[in-house]
């Protein structure tokens, strides 16, 4: 997503919170991508890519890397997702 790509610099910044960096990206990403999803048929592989954008998302917003090597579950805690 381009709006995505757009926010590097916001989620790489020192200056916000990590809860301002999570309401921009319910509000500006989550919300873009339920409205854009609202019309494609629900499959596995689908809701599977979803979820790996998100992650990848929430990962990057904590500035966690694959070195990190922090599991799934513990991405979300940190970010209470």
């Known amino acids: 997503m381009l709006l995505h790509r757009r ?8 200056t916000l919170s990590l809860k301002i960096k999570l309401d921009l990206y319910t509000y500006l990403i989550v919300s ?6 609202e019309t494609w048929k629900s499959t596995v592989r689908i809701r599977q ?5 998100h992650q990848c998302n929430l990962r990057q917003i904590l500035g966690v890397t694959w070195r990190d090597h922090m599991s799934n579950i513990e991405v979300l805690k940190r970010t209470g997702q």
């Open 7 to 14: 926010l590097d610099n916001v989620w790489r910044s020192s």
């Open 49 to 53: 890519k979803l979820d790996v954008f």
């Open 32 to 37: 873009t991508a339920i409205y854009a999803c």
